[in-house]
């Protein structure tokens, strides 16, 4: 993953176990900054809250991806998986 600014990335927040796209970033760093701010929130509270009707026993695993946004439609350049967020807590993909 880069983590300089470039016009033609974007980077995007994916909840991979719901096919969720959970925002969309023009650099590495804001959107790890995002994933910290989820990983401060409750399971069970938003934006957490799985979209599923088994959300109790359900989780979130978000990954980041990258885009390059110069071409249509955008091609994946890569992906990450980063954090999970369920009952049992949060679990860190990555060395912080």
Known sequence: MRDEFSTNSKFII???AHAEWCGVFS???ETMSELESRSRVAWDAQPNVCPCTNGK???REYAIVEFDISTEPWKERSRAPILAISSNGVEWNVTK
Do not use: L
């Open 27 to 29: 650099t590495f760093a």
């Open 14 to 16: 994916e909840d991979e």
């Open 57 to 59: 026993t359900c989780g």
